[in-house]
């Protein structure tokens, strides 16, 4: 099992930038592709960004590939999104998710392909 703990949200100006965290707990991260969703009030959950197991292959929505950049480190169990550019659309609750894909499979982007997901932290976008 893994336990996900996810931090850096707050409220910030629209424009701006957030570097949100999630650190990971228990076994065997590397073995674990992440991601990063979100869900604003009345939504669904969105897929945001994910990174394999080993950090080399990355991939975005459409709605912050420019703006956003996830990254790893192994060695620490931590994985981190970095967003700037912000807008009041980026407001949300971010969530954190660990997956061991299946096969071939390096990045899932389908929020019921993740087994654990952390509690959420809170992003706010400011006009």
């Known amino acids: 099992q893994v336990q996900l703990v996810e931090s850096g949200g707050g409220l910030v100006q629209a424009g701006g930038s957030l570097r949100l965290s999630c650190v990971a707990s228990g076994r065997a991260f590397s073995t674990y592709a992440m991601g990063w969703f979100r869900q604003a009030p009345g939504k669904d959950r969105e897929f945001v960004a994910a990174?394999?197991?080993?950090?080399?292959?990355?991939y975005y929505s459409h709605s912050v590939k420019d703006r956003c950049t996830i990254s790893r480190d192994n060695a620490a169990n931590t994985v981190s999104l970095h967003m700037s550019s912000l807008e009041r659309e980026d407001t949300a609750v971010y969530y954190c998710?660990?997956?061991?894909?299946?096969?071939?499979?390096?990045?899932?982007?389908?929020?019921?392909?993740?087994?654990?997901w952390g509690q959420g932290t809170q992003v706010t976008v400011s006009s």
């Open positions: 990174i394999s197991r080993n950090g080399d292959l990355a």
């Open positions: 998710a660990a997956d061991q894909p299946d096969g071939e499979t390096l990045i899932e982007t389908d929020f019921v392909e993740y087994d654990y």
